[in-house]
């Protein structure tokens, strides 16, 4: 068993720069935040890597992390610019039994991380799921389509600033 | 010569009698042998999270109740444990007590329909009318406790909203003794039946390491064979102080990993619920079940992922806190998600009457998988 500490140094000596820093400031869990391009090589070794083993993808889930620039313009209307999503990976390792927490952050004009899909096959949904609500795009994800909302559906609703629509296929929308 | 064959594509749902809830499968195949299964859903999508982000913490607890609605209590029980967690409440000894009687009698209630409805799959009615029977007793159990059959909000951040009533220990273990004979009952009826044994044994074969990297957990994990149980290997709440086993596929009848397997592993698991009962019925200590309840749920900032083992695999909750009265992000990974997500790798080479025996072992709720 290892503990996060532990498992980020590991990683720190294999991928250098990929792998940002640890953050165990917040409660509960600390979390390693790494590079969101390197993503699925540092999965690919945390999975085939002797003393991790971390065959298990518990969770993956989009975040967008509601740290943009408010902007209130003159007729009242607040537009939020820039800012950043963040994707968490929760693994599990069902052999040794240790947890870790990973964490990649992208910018919101450009967001595109690296699909875990090769390694763990459980994410190929999840991946969907933070496609579908946040637009967070996932490079060589096999099918990467809408899931949960029909295919021609505008804008990705868990976006801080998505605002409802008010109309669809053409017919109001009543609220 | 040499005969052509192309692809064919025939849409299963979403209306459709196996589908349990309102699921579309694209099936693409070569006479009847299944090549791929891609499952359409959505059609049940209600914003779980969207929703979550505007309301209170509290008040997000009605919402998971709609989620798997064949076992809402276990859904308020990771909730409203992952808000402790993030809160480091302490629970009353009384109130562990009863979640955990409550959660095990919801398990039992939805493996009952799980089994009841997968004979009802492959064409065996009576079980179904059995099961839905003895369901209802569990059903009238929690009733009379809290007012509702099936969407309870019984489980409260910090409590529960009722203490139980005082009848509820000794119809708790009638229904134990009632219920323990009937599972005897249902094996003759169904689990070595011929007939469904045909139809289930060496069908959507899952080996151990494929399902553990398909993501499947559960009944449907230990169906192929895998000892993992959170309540033992992760233990929550107070399962560690209980004596029970974790029972797992073994291939009776047919290959490990296969349908039968997973049905199997359910049936044995209605004993090891009932033991967990009987073991907590008798122990439940006095007190107030709602001294702990907080007057304003406010966690401090921070983010936690908490699992439980409800009865469909692991259910996770993701909460962030921003430090607000309202949670800044709810992410479920809901356990039939992600054992939908595999049927495309598990049905793969079977034949087109396998898909409906498949999809019924894996027992889904569109609820909790659209949201």
Not at chain 2, 187 to 193: A, G, I, V
Request: glycine fraction near 6%.
């Amino acid at each position: 068993m290892k503990s996060p500490e532990e498992i980020f140094e590991i990683l720190k000596a294999e991928f250098q720069d990929a792998v940002v820093e640890i953050d165990s400031e917040l409660p509960v869990e600390p979390i390693i935040i790494v590079d969101p391009l390197a993503i699925n090589k540092i999965a690919q070794f945390l999975r085939v890597n002797e003393d991790l083993q971390f065959d298990s993808l518990m969770n993956l889930s989009g975040v967008d992390d509601a740290n943009g620039e408010k902007i209130t313009e003159e007729d009242g209307t607040v537009t939020i610019k820039g800012g950043t999503f963040s994707v968490y990976y929760h693994l599990h390792s069902t052999t040794i039994d240790h947890k870790v927490v990973l964490r990649v952050i992208t910018d919101k004009n450009k967001p595109e991380v690296e699909s875990v899909d090769p390694v763990w096959k459980a994410s190929t949904w999840h991946e969907r799921e933070a496609y579908d609500m946040y637009g967070i795009i996932f490079l060589n994800h096999p099918d990467l389509r809408r899931i949960l909302l029909p295919d021609d559906w505008d804008g990705y609703p868990l976006r801080k600033d998505y605002e409802n629509p008010e109309y669809y296929d053409g017919m109001k929308v009543p609220y | 010569m040499s005969l052509r064959t192309e692809e064919m594509v025939l849409n299963m749902g979403p209306q459709h009698p196996s589908t349990h809830g309102v699921l579309r499968l694209e099936l693409v195949l070569e006479g009847e042998v299944v090549h791929d299964v891609k499952p359409h859903i959505g059609y049940l999508h209600r914003c779980f999270e969207k929703h979550a982000e505007a309301m209170t913490y509290p008040q997000v607890i009605p919402y998971t109740d709609r989620m798997d609605y064949l076992a809402s209590m276990y859904n308020n029980f990771g909730y409203v444990e992952a808000i402790e967690k993030l809160m480091e409440i302490e629970i009353p000894e009384r109130v562990e007590y009863i979640r955990v009687i409550m959660g095990e009698l919801q398990r039992i209630a939805s493996h009952m329909v799980a089994l009841g409805t997968y004979g009802l799959d492959l064409g065996a009615f009576t079980p179904f009318l059995y099961l839905f029977r003895d369901r209802e007793k569990i059903l009238t159990l929690f009733e009379e406790t809290c007012g509702a059959r099936l969407l309870y909000n019984y489980m409260w951040v910090g409590g529960l909203s009722h203490d139980i009533h005082p009848d509820f220990v000794r119809k708790t273990k009638e229904f134990v003794d009632y219920f323990r004979p009937t599972i005897i009952e249902l094996n003759e009826l169904l689990t070595y039946n011929k007939i469904f044994i045909e139809r289930t044994a060496n069908i959507g074969i899952c080996p151990a390491k494929e399902a553990i990297n398909l993501g499947l957990t559960g009944p449907n994990l230990r169906g192929s064979g895998v000892k993992f149980d959170l309540r033992k290997n992760d233990p929550y709440s107070i399962y560690d102080r209980f004596d029970f086993e974790i029972p797992v596929g073994e291939g009776l009848v047919g290959t490990v990993g296969d349908c039968w397997d997973r049905y199997y592993v359910r049936i044995l698991e209605l004993e090891q619920s009932l033991r967990i009962i009987e073991q907590a019925i008798d122990q439940i200590p006095d007190g107030d079940v709602k001294s702990a309840v907080p007057r304003r749920v406010k966690p401090p900032k921070g983010h936690v992922y908490h699992r439980v083992e409800a009865p469909k695999g692991e259910l996770g909750y993701f909460i962030i806190s921003d430090g607000t009265v309202n949670p800044a992000r709810v992410k479920v990974r809901a356990p039939s998600f992600v054992s939908l997500s595999a049927i495309g790798e598990i049905a793969k080479g079977y034949l087109i009457a396998d898909v409906v025996a498949i999809l019924g072992s894996l027992d889904i709720v569109l609820g909790e998988i659209d949201r």
